[in-house]
């Protein structure tokens, strides 16, 4: 980056880990995590305009509009923070659409993290996945057992069902090769099949590759 800041994209089906793994990329690198999926959970939340167009479409499992998503995620990755800190975007882009939309910007990442999980594994983890709203703590009731005091307070998404998660991973494959194709030179692929710390260890071996690279530079 212009700036000696680190940027990294990550990228994967829905529930390969990627909020997982950007808890732990946060903790360890001090870069500002932009999930796409949060930021428009939050405008349904809250009930904006935006949030109103996304709500189905999310519901169903279906890409939101660009009208919706690219100058949400434009915007933020402009913030004073984000350009200070370095930036971490999860889920963003989905399409080779979206992708040309920040690559006119001269938004380009340093490295590109692809976690691959195969669709048989993909079911079960979204179907266990809960979390919870006090700390955003992601938990899984088989792989990420939450402690008991806390469970009457995790909640489950809306679109978690076996059947919607069908639907995104459907998205997901229809899209990812076209995102792929703009990040060639910066792709590593991980094994998102490891337990969750061996997934990390790949991840800070592909980071610290391409900090190091930003150094020489
Ligand atoms: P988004 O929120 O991005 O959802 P997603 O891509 O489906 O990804 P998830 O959040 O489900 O999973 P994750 O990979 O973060 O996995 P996690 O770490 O939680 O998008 C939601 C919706 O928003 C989209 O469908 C779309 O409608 C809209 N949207 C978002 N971005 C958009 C864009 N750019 N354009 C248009 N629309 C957009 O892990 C999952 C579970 O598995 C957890 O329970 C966890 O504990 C467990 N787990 C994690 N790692 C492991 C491991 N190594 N072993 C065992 N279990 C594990």
Redesign the pocket.
């Known amino acids: 980056a212009a700036n000696g800041q680190l940027r990294v994209m990550i990228a ?11 808890a732990k990329i946060v903790e360890k690198y001090g870069l500002v995590h932009i ?4 930021l ?2 939050a405008e349904v939340a809250a009930g904006t305009p935006a949030g109103k167009k ?1 709500k189905s ?2 519901d ?7 009208e ?2 690219v100058e949400m ?1 434009k915007n933020k990755l402009a913030e004073d923070e984000v350009l200070q800190k370095g930036w971490l975007l ?6 080779g659409e ?1 992708a040309e939309a920040i690559e006119k910007e001269g938004i380009r990442p340093d490295v590109f993290l692809l ?1 691959n ?1 195969p669709d048989e ?1 993909l079911i079960d ?2 179907v ?4 919870d709203p006090e700390t955003g703590e ?7 057992p939450p402690p008991p005091e806390i469970v009457p307070r995790l909640v489950q ?1 809306s ?2 069902t076996e059947e919607k ?1 069908r639907n ?1 991973l459907r ?2 494959h229809a899209n990812v090769d076209a995102v792929i194709g703009y990040y060639k030179d910066q792709l590593v692929e991980i094994d ?5 710390d ?2 990390f260890e790949s991840i800070q071996v592909a980071i610290d590759g391409a900090a190091k690279e930003l150094q020489v530079a």
């Open positions: 994967g089906a829905p529930a390969a880990g990627k909020g997982t793994q950007c999930s796409a999926g949060d428009l959970r996304a479409f999310m169903n499992g279906d890409l939101v509009p660009n919706v998503v995620v999860d889920g963003y882009p989905r399409s979206q976690i999980v594994l983890r979204v266990g996945r809960r979390s992601i938990y899984h009731l088989t792989f990420k998404r679109d978690d998660a995104r998205t997901y998102g099949t490891q337990s969750m061996a997934v």
